[in-house]
């Protein structure tokens, strides 16, 4: 069971042991550099950095550490982590993309970097780690649902409005289609965009943004009416031993004229596609705030009240529950989510992540 001071700092950053410094690895100038950040000088390039996400991108957010404005911690012969900046501190996004046995040493690392950071999007082990280990809160931020491919069907109560939805779309004549060549997204996006309660702006980092500059193994798949475009679901790989072992649909937009059976309907047509190419299981990403009841000794009680009410009262910022909803219709498996924050009120820090989403 986890355990933590009643102070309202987890525990004092002092009190645990460095992991080995690993700093003989890299030579150092000694100018200024040596306060630099040292994934600075040692950067990888982009097709390392891909290799390390195509072993090691297990996670459902690891595609999404690529989007524009990312920074990168990079440890040699290792992995790394990705981060956003914001009012002098630094939001992790995902856990760190490397192999399971080097995540102690590479968040160590990163932490003698950044002392005042916070994790978001991060797995059960990862959040656990960061609790034992480095004495932060570990507190529950949502869940991700997993679709299991081999035992997947359209029957069972929860399922209905997705076969209603399938007839709607056979009705009105929806064809879908698999294709990179189609350029009406853009259009149908800033339509889509007008209808959102955000219409003036992208989300981001939480959610990677539409347009990423590196696609090639993005899976699209557009629905049409009598030829005109009406939806599309956009699919981002999941890796594991350089493999694709999932897609997670992070990109989905609808005619606003039109959207009845639509996003169902794309989903389970890139299920089936996936299942007749062998995949195993499809990952429908985060639910953003869908928390249990429990509330765990490693958790902020404080913290995770008031995302029970954001999930509430918070709709109009965001559609936590339309989400929730959708995904709970596929009747996947699902495993929680934390983010990890060293005081047990991280203010801040929640304020600057929904500032870096751009929710205000």
Same mark, same amino acid.
């Given at each position: 069971m986890f355990m933590f001071n009643s102070s309202s700092k987890a525990l004092n950053s002092?009190?645990?042991?460095?992991?080995?410094?690993?700093?003989? =690895?890299?030579?150092?100038?000694?100018?200024? #550099?040596?306060? #630099?950040?040292?994934?600075? =000088?040692?950067?990888?390039?982009f097709e390392e950095r891909m290799t390390y996400i195509r072993k090691y991108g297990s996670h459902c957010m690891s595609f999404s550490t690529l989007q524009p404005g990312m920074k990168f911690f990079d440890v040699p012969d290792k992995g790394f982590i990705a981060y956003m900046q914001?009012?002098?501190?630094?939001?992790?996004?995902?856990?760190?993309?490397?192999?399971?046995?080097?995540?102690e040493l590479v968040i160590s690392e990163f932490l003698k970097?950044?002392?005042?950071?916070?994790?978001?999007?991060?797995?059960?082990?990862?959040?656990?780690?960061?609790?034992?280990? *480095?004495?932060y809160y570990a507190t529950q931020f949502g869940i991700e649902t997993i679709v299991d491919l081999e035992t997947w069907d359209l029957s069972g109560k929860k399922k209905q409005i997705l076969r209603t939805s399938l007839n709607q779309s056979r009705k009105n004549g929806i064809v879908i289609r698999e294709c990179r060549e189609e350029t009406r997204h853009h259009e149908l996006s800033r339509q889509w965009m007008s209808t959102r309660k955000i219409k003036n702006r992208e989300i981001g980092f939480l959610i990677r943004p539409m347009v990423m500059e590196h696609?090639?193994?993005?899976?699209?798949? *557009?629905?049409?009416?009598?030829?005109?475009?009406?939806?599309?679901?956009? *699919?981002d790989p999941i890796y594991k031993d350089g493999k694709i072992i999932s897609y997670v649909p992070n990109i989905s937009?609808?005619?606003?004229?039109?959207?009845?059976?639509?996003?169902?309907?794309?989903?389970?047509?890139?299920?089936?596609?996936?299942?007749? #190419?062998?995949?195993?299981?499809?990952?429908?990403?985060?639910?953003?705030?869908?928390?249990? #009841?429990e509330d765990k000794q490693s958790e902020s009680w404080i913290l995770k009240n008031i995302e029970r009410l954001i999930f509430r009262y918070g709709n109009f910022i965001y559609n936590f529950k339309g989400i929730a909803f959708t995904k709970s219709r596929f009747n996947g498996k699902t495993?929680?989510?934390?983010?990890?924050?060293?005081?047990?009120?991280p203010a801040i820090k929640l304020i600057s992540m929904f500032k870096l989403s751009n929710v205000f």
């Amino acid at each position: 069971m986890f355990m933590f001071n009643s102070s309202s700092k987890a525990l004092n950053s002092s009190n645990y042991i460095p992991a080995p410094n690993i700093a003989d =690895a890299w030579v150092l100038h000694d100018s200024k #550099e040596k306060t #630099e950040n040292l994934s600075e =000088a040692f950067a990888f390039s982009f097709e390392e950095r891909m290799t390390y996400i195509r072993k090691y991108g297990s996670h459902c957010m690891s595609f999404s550490t690529l989007q524009p404005g990312m920074k990168f911690f990079d440890v040699p012969d290792k992995g790394f982590i990705a981060y956003m900046q914001k009012w002098g501190s630094q939001m992790v996004l995902s856990d760190p993309v490397c192999h399971e046995k080097d995540r102690e040493l590479v968040i160590s690392e990163f932490l003698k970097k950044y002392k005042h950071t916070g994790f978001v999007q991060i797995t059960e082990p990862v959040a656990k780690l960061m609790h034992e280990r *480095f004495g932060y809160y570990a507190t529950q931020f949502g869940i991700e649902t997993i679709v299991d491919l081999e035992t997947w069907d359209l029957s069972g109560k929860k399922k209905q409005i997705l076969r209603t939805s399938l007839n709607q779309s056979r009705k009105n004549g929806i064809v879908i289609r698999e294709c990179r060549e189609e350029t009406r997204h853009h259009e149908l996006s800033r339509q889509w965009m007008s209808t959102r309660k955000i219409k003036n702006r992208e989300i981001g980092f939480l959610i990677r943004p539409m347009v990423m500059e590196h696609e090639e193994e993005t899976r699209k798949f *557009f629905a049409y009416h009598e030829d005109k475009l009406v939806g599309f679901v956009f *699919f981002d790989p999941i890796y594991k031993d350089g493999k694709i072992i999932s897609y997670v649909p992070n990109i989905s937009r609808f005619s606003h004229s039109f959207r009845q059976g639509i996003f169902y309907s794309l989903l389970v047509y890139a299920m089936d596609t996936f299942k007749k #190419e062998g995949l195993n299981e499809i990952n429908l990403g985060l639910s953003i705030l869908v928390l249990d #009841e429990e509330d765990k000794q490693s958790e902020s009680w404080i913290l995770k009240n008031i995302e029970r009410l954001i999930f509430r009262y918070g709709n109009f910022i965001y559609n936590f529950k339309g989400i929730a909803f959708t995904k709970s219709r596929f009747n996947g498996k699902t495993n929680k989510f934390y983010s990890a924050h060293q005081w047990s009120l991280p203010a801040i820090k929640l304020i600057s992540m929904f500032k870096l989403s751009n929710v205000f």
